[in-house]
């Protein structure tokens, strides 16, 4: 009996770890933050989130410099993040929203270079798409964390947020709301840079909707290659 061996490349490449990594930030993104964890159950959250970002960008990196400096920055996110989650007396909430967020936009580029790429438009495109959406919303709130532990009040909440886990959560459902630019009101940007970079995530939601379906109508419209002719020999 033959072993079954199959290649990391292979496996983000096929539609399965397409909806592996969907159905994780939906999980991550919407799910998990109504359900208490203990901190054994965080940390088994994060390294294996960790490690499907770590081993997403070591395998679709198409340079070694994209290589390298990827796979060095989700190391360092997933070694602070331990550090933060098993010291509770270190408070490494910066660190870990900074390299979380950089981890997730090289993720993001590197999905993009395949979503774009010339190729038929297939699953793994649209399940692509999807989680480069909602990467665009984790990465945004990962910035509005940076500016709120920076400049604390750069946001206005109707009801106070109670601790990080808290103001995580809120920030995480304002950046989704200005995403989809559905703005309720109940949390408001009011730092400079705050409503700079909601601003911006209101236009990327916009158009990268309609960049998106452009590309792929072009992609589904054009023509097939047609298929090499035979060089044999005349008769």
Known sequence: MRPLRISARRFWLSDRMLVA???MLLLLIFAIPLVPFDRAGRIAIDLFFSLLLLSGIATLARSRLGLWLG???AAAALLVRLIDRLS???DLGRSDALLTGLTEATLTAVLLVQLFRP????FYRVAGAVVVFLL???IFA???YLIESLSPGSFHFVSPAAGRSGLTGRLVYFSFATLSTVGYGDVTALHPLARSL???EALTGQLYPAILIARFVALA????APPPSPSGPRG
Do not use: N
Request: net charge positive; glycine share 12%; charged share 10%.
């Open 198 to 200: 909601a601003a911006i």
């Open 142 to 144: 990962e910035a509005y």
């Open 71 to 73: 796979a060095g920055v």
């Open 88 to 90: 509770p007396r270190i």
């Open 119 to 122: 190729g038929r438009v297939t």
């Open 136 to 138: 665009f919303g984790h």
């Open 21 to 23: 990594l969907l159905a």
């Open 221 to 224: 419209i054009q023509p097939a």
